[in-house]
């Protein structure tokens, strides 16, 4: 794999987390149907990149 991507890979995953915490926080206060749909995209592609699925 390129150095580059693994570079950029680590780096979306340190800041994917604290971004599924703070969106996980706003639709536990306000859920809207696109705040839930947010919350899923996040966290599948945060569990994409913890299974090295990129």
């Known amino acids: 794999?390129?150095?580059w991507?693994?570079?950029v890979r680590g780096s979306i995953k340190?800041?994917?987390f604290p971004i599924i915490c703070?969106?996980?926080i706003r639709?536990?206060?306000l859920?809207?149907?696109f705040?839930?749909?947010l919350l899923f995209v996040l966290f599948?592609?945060?569990i994409g990149f913890l299974w090295d699925v990129y």
């Open 1 to 3: 794999m390129e150095r």
């Open 5 to 7: 991507w693994c570079r």
């Open 14 to 16: 340190g800041v994917l």
């Open 22 to 24: 703070l969106q996980f």
């Open 27 to 29: 639709t536990l206060l």
């Open 31 to 33: 859920p809207t149907a």
């Open 35 to 37: 705040d839930v749909f």
């Open 44 to 46: 599948l592609i945060f």
